[in-house]
């Protein structure tokens, strides 16, 4: 019988608000820290998440991994419902294969061994984690009963075995990215976890939304990352004045957002041209899905960006690309005292050499870049065959021809086209 005794207690305010902290030694010496919120012990399912240390994804922001944004998801789950408890499991890293050994993992993965073969190549196993510890910490806190934050059917399983009630298994669904999509995909295929990486596009309005299809086969170069580029154009074939709300219904508006924001959080930089700035003053970060801010990179060579744009503020870091010229050095003073990043690149005819700005951006360890528009970086970006996927939306609308509104669609892929049909009326009727 495994027992686990309370070491410390102290109160800790989190960036989701203020949790008790209980420290508990649990035999063998692993230290099992507990961040609690309301009333637990009052016999009710209490909302809980089992968290394996994994200091990479939680401390570090790996994103190899999924770990940290589970763990602000859950706490965030559990100040939302005023009432829970997480566990934050010490000795557990690397599905408790340890630190060194999840790293020689990831060297066999880098060799082309998913996460479950690649514990075995190296004689480990690909779960080595126990729950009866976690299992003692919740009977210490009073706990019989839990609605249990997780996507891992066993943890689950091992609570269960170990005397917890588990009422309900509550899934923390999260946005793939373009280093974890193959990792959550084999914990869903091999190890039977609740679908990680997010609900098929249909599904898109309601959660999470599985972008690898749109992602392609992300593949940086040496001397550059890999560049998508997503933009929306009205039937006609322009690019939309606004990026955003192509559709026509409140509830497909969400959706696409929520699809755009999941190919960011995929990309670990998102680009656009002083112009996109100026005209929408976007902040370029991850709000409407479960996943990483990526870098902000903004185009800027005469610096036009204003101090007030919401791409400068401090909700993940942003990268200004801007070409030295002449009467620029106080704002871009003033940019680096702000903790913004200021790279100078060659100019060129339009703008900054983009060659250049991906070239830097690569030797940053930026893999892959997302660019979000305008018109003017899109073109050049096209002509510099520096462009290796496009995601385009067609919205059912006209350009200067508003009074239109488009409806029934139909859509036949014929061959490498695609076809489109939508019955026209004048927009009152
Ligand atoms: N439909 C969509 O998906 C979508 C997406 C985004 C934006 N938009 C809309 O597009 C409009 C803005 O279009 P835009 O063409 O003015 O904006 P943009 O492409 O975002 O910005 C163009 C500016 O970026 C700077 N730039 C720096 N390096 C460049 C390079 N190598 N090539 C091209 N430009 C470079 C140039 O300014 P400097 O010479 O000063 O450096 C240039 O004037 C807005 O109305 C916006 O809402 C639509």
């Known amino acids: 019988m495994i027992r686990a005794s309370e070491a410390a207690r102290v109160r800790l305010p989190t960036s989701a608000g203020e949790f008790e902290a209980r420290a508990f030694e649990v035999g063998g010496g692993l230290v099992y820290l507990?961040?609690?919120?309301?009333?637990?012990?009052?016999?009710?399912?209490?909302?809980?998440?089992?968290?394996?240390?994994?200091?990479?994804?939680?401390?570090?922001?790996?994103?190899?991994?999924d770990c940290g944004v589970q763990?602000?998801?859950?706490?965030?789950?559990?100040?939302?419902?005023?009432?829970?408890?997480?566990?934050?499991?010490?000795?557990?890293?690397?599905?408790?294969?340890?630190?060194?050994?999840?790293?020689?993992?990831?060297?066999?993965?880098?060799?082309?061994?998913?996460?479950?073969?690649?514990?075995l190549r190296l004689g480990l196993?690909?779960?080595r984690r126990s729950y009866a510890e976690a299992a003692a910490v919740l009977t210490a806190l009073g706990i019989r009963s839990v609605r249990l934050l997780t996507n891992n059917p066993r943890k689950a399983d091992g609570l269960a075995a170990a005397g917890i009630r588990v009422e309900e298994v509550v899934p923390l669904v999260t946005t793939a990215t373009a280093h974890n999509g193959q990792y959550l995909r084999t914990k869903r295929d091999r190890m039977g976890h609740i679908d990680p990486a997010g609900a098929p596009l249909a599904e898109v309005a309601e959660r999470p939304v599985d972008v690898s299809s749109l992602l392609g086969a992300v593949r940086p170069r040496?001397?550059?990352?890999?560049?998508?580029?997503?933009?929306?154009?009205?039937?006609?074939?322009?690019?939309?004045?606004?990026?955003?709300?192509?559709?026509?219904?409140?509830?497909?508006?969400?959706a696409w957002r929520r699809l755009a924001h999941a190919l960011r959080a995929a990309c670990d930089a998102v680009l656009v041209g002083s112009g996109t700035v100026l005209a929408?003053?976007?902040?370029?970060?991850?709000?409407?899905?479960?996943?990483?801010?990526?870098?902000?990179v903004v185009l800027d060579s005469r610096l036009r960006t204003p101090l007030t744009a919401r791409v400068l503020n401090g909700?993940?870091?942003?990268?200004?690309?801007?070409?030295?010229?002449?009467?620029?050095?106080?704002?871009?003073?003033?940019?680096?005292?702000?903790?913004?990043g200021v790279?100078?690149?060659?100019?060129?005819?339009?703008?900054?050499?983009?060659?250049?700005?991906?070239?830097?951006?690569?030797?940053?360890?930026?893999?892959?870049?997302?660019v979000e528009g305008g018109a003017g970086v899109i073109a050049s970006m096209l002509a510099a065959g520096v462009v290796d996927r496009l995601v385009a939306t067609i919205a059912p609308r006209i350009a200067g021809a508003a009074g239109l509104a488009l409806t029934n669609r139909a859509v036949h892929p014929v061959g490498d086209d695609v076809l489109l049909a939508f019955d026209v009326a004048p927009a009152s009727t």
């Open 34 to 65: 507990t961040l609690l919120r309301g009333d637990v012990a009052d016999g009710q399912p209490v909302l809980t998440r089992v968290h394996s240390e994994c200091l990479t994804g939680d401390a570090l922001g790996s994103l190899r991994c």
């Open 71 to 119: 763990l602000h998801a859950a706490l965030e789950a559990i100040a939302r419902e005023g009432r829970g408890v997480l566990i934050y499991a010490t000795g557990h890293e690397g599905r408790g294969i340890g630190l060194v050994n999840k790293l020689r993992a990831y060297q066999e993965q880098e060799r082309g061994a998913d996460t479950v073969d690649a514990n």
């Open 125 to 127: 196993p690909a779960d």
């Open 222 to 254: 040496a001397d550059r990352p890999f560049v998508l580029v997503t933009y929306v154009q009205t039937l006609d074939g322009r690019i939309a004045a606004r990026p955003d709300a192509p559709v026509a219904t409140a509830a497909g508006a969400a």
């Open 280 to 296: 929408g003053d976007p902040e370029l970060t991850v709000r409407l899905v479960p996943g990483p801010s990526p870098l902000r």
């Open 315 to 340: 909700a993940a870091p942003t990268l200004v690309v801007t070409a030295g010229r002449d009467g620029t050095r106080a704002k871009r003073e003033e940019l680096v005292a702000r903790n913004v």
């Open 343 to 370: 790279r100078l690149v060659e100019p060129a005819p339009v703008g900054v050499d983009l060659h250049a700005t991906l070239r830097a951006l690569r030797a940053d360890g930026v893999g892959s870049v997302l």
